[in-house]
Antibody
């Protein structure tokens, strides 16, 4: 059974940092692109970042470029999102998803940026 | 970057009605277009990929069509359990942008 389990969310002050993790199981992690998608409270889905199978290509939405870094550890079946210089508008549920379009999603982890 | 729009932003229809949602890309994305359904408080569910391929397990009343810049999601006979927000997403090239969503409810 495919499982994606996010962790690392929480309350952080503006300008702070958080590192999200996504533990994958039930499939060959190294075979797939992986993606982070977020959803601000009451808002729509926003694609945040994607990473190629071997980590050689990474793409970001403009609003997070230079602040967020997506990475992966294929040996540990894990996906990460390092988030720096956080802003109030980064407040959202962050989902880990398999592929560039996703059948499999995690349950999400809430990031709240507030003083 | 390619922009994605959806219309309408919301609709209200009766049970049994045929419902059509449109997604438009500002540039061609071939058939690299997916549709998702998201019910309140739930994780998005993939309905359709490659513009017209229905994901296994999705009811047959859902269908997709289009290519290039114009795409359509159709619910042939709206059911109460279809109340949700529907999103398109292009995956032709990064950024893999979602449309703004269409909220569907029952009249």
């Amino acid at each position: 059974e495919v499982q994606l389990v996010e962790s690392g969310g929480g309350l952080v002050q503006p300008g702070g940092s958080l590192r999200l993790s996504c533990a994958a199981s039930g499939f060959t992690f190294s075979f797939y692109w992986m993606t982070w998608v977020r959803q601000a409270p009451g808002k729509g889905l926003e694609w945040v970042a994607s990473i190629k199978q071997d980590g050689s290509e990474k793409y970001y939405v403009d609003s997070v470029k230079g602040r967020f870094t997506i990475s992966r550890d294929n040996a540990k079946n894990s996906l990460f999102l390092q988030m720096n210089s956080l802003r109030a508008e980064d407040t959202a549920v962050y989902y880990c998803a398999r592929g560039n379009y996703a059948y499999y999603w995690g349950q999400g982890t809430l990031v709240t940026v507030s003083s | 970057d390619i922009q994605m729009t959806q219309s309408p932003s919301s609709l209200s229809a009766s049970v049994g009605d045929r419902v059509t949602i449109t997604c438009r890309a500002s540039q061609g994305v071939s058939n690299y277009l997916a549709w998702y359904q998201q019910k309140p408080g739930k994780v998005p569910k993939l309905l359709i990929y490659a513009a017209s391929t229905v994901q296994s397990g999705v009811p047959s009343r859902f269908s997709g069509s289009g290519s290039g810049t114009d795409f359509t999601l159709t619910i042939s006979s709206l059911q109460p359990e279809d109340v949700a927000t529907y999103y398109c997403q292009k995956y032709y090239s990064a950024p893999f942008t979602f449309g703004p969503g269409t909220k569907v409810d029952i009249k």
